[in-house]
């Protein structure tokens, strides 16, 4: 596998990821994202600032990471163990059909590696209280958890994990 900067034409197959993921996610109750969230011109946008990562492999994108240092509002709310800065990821997807061959992991590593590079010790993140894969993927990998918060009037909480490298 290979982690690199997204491009533009990338979009096509991020967006297939996230409309096979959100169809997933709804199929087991799980509304975090939708028609509303995230959208193309999010991941447009991640594009251009440089925030979105892609994991390809036989030069196929399967997965894929916005990591950034931008900080939520509503992260205020969170029970983060440290003030220092922190290195964010948001918007973590892998296509459904090609799970289980370590992307998740990957994507991960590649924030990790990020941080690091940028003087960071400390990654923040969230999912949907009814996204138990992300969850574990997270526990998996070290993070603890650290508190709920509320976005965009959803009917569940959002959990926040941190890392400390």
């Given amino acids: 596998m290979m982690l690199r900067l997204a491009t533009m034409q990338d979009l096509t197959r991020i967006m297939a990821i996230v409309q096979a993921t959100v169809r997933e996610m709804h199929a087991y109750g799980n509304y975090q994202w939708d028609e509303v969230y995230p959208t193309e011109q999010d991941f447009a946008a991640d594009i251009t600032q440089g925030d979105l990562f892609v994991s390809e492999a036989e030069g196929q994108i399967c997965g894929l990471i916005c990591i950034n240092q931008i900080e939520p509002a509503v992260y205020a709310d969170a029970g983060w ?11 973590m997807a892998v296509d ?50 650290c508190g709920k918060i509320q976005f965009r009037k959803m009917e569940h909480q959002f959990y926040c994990y941190e890392k400390v490298l």
Wanted: aromatic fraction near 8%.
């Fill in 81 to 91: 163990s440290s003030a220092e800065k922190a290195l964010v990821l948001h918007r």
């Fill in 96 to 145: 459904p059909d090609l799970r289980g061959r370590g992307t998740g992991s990957e994507l991960l590593q590649q924030a990790e590696t990020l941080a690091l590079s940028l003087g960071l010790r400390y990654l923040k993140t969230d999912t949907y209280a009814l996204n138990e894969k992300a969850q574990q993927l997270f526990l998996k990998h070290g993070y603890k958890f």
